[in-house]
């Protein structure tokens, strides 16, 4: 299947433009593909996964860019390389651009958007975690230890978890961790 679910050679035809990702949605692993493949190569590294993207299209014609949310088919050796603001090759249908297929030919070409720095990824997520969900974790970690609802050896593990996946900077996770140490502190 080519661009508008028709067989073509990719860029033979549509109006050629850059998207930029504004929202994936890689929570469905299993979703149906475009082709009702239920069998996921994916699982092996092989094939294509299936995401749910949001993508702001600017196209070359000019006209004002837009945006278009749908299932595209992203090559797994990439998977990883789609996140927010990822720029990709795309190509529009030109009797309905709200149709658009990924050059990944081009992606590749282009040097396939290495994945994200960890440090600046770590960076993004604590800033986009409202500060009242984070005392709120922190909260309710505490309180279950105090309860004995949580030992402290899982507290440390949900404190490192957090601090490896940005939830919490290394001045909040120790400051919790005095909290249980020596609860005098908090």
Do not use: C
């Not at 404190?159 to 502190?185: H, M, Q, S």
């Amino acid at each position: 299947m080519g661009l508008f679910r028709r067989k073509r050679k990719v860029g033979a035809a549509g109006i050629p433009g850059t998207a930029r990702v504004v929202d994936v949605d890689t929570s469905d692993f299993w979703r149906t593909t475009p082709n009702n493949d239920h069998f996921h190569l994916a699982e092996i590294g092989l094939g294509h996964v299936v995401n749910r993207l949001t993508l702001e299209i600017t196209l070359n014609d000019g006209r004002d860019a837009y945006q278009v949310t749908d299932d595209f088919k992203v090559p797994t050796k990439f998977d990883s390389h789609v996140v927010l603001d990822t720029r990709l090759p795309v190509f529009a249908d030109p009797d309905d651009p709200t149709i658009v297929e990924v050059n990944w030919y081009a992606f590749e070409a282009e040097g396939g958007n290495p994945p994200p720095d960890a440090a600046v990824t770590k960076a993004r997520l604590h800033d986009e975690f409202p500060d009242a969900s984070r005392t709120a974790m922190i909260e309710g970690w505490v309180t279950a230890v105090q309860m004995g609802g949580m030992t402290s050896a899982q507290f440390d593990d949900a404190i490192d978890g957090a601090l490896k996946g940005g939830l919490l900077d290394a001045d909040e996770a120790d400051a919790a961790r005095r909290r249980v140490n020596d609860p005098g502190t908090g």
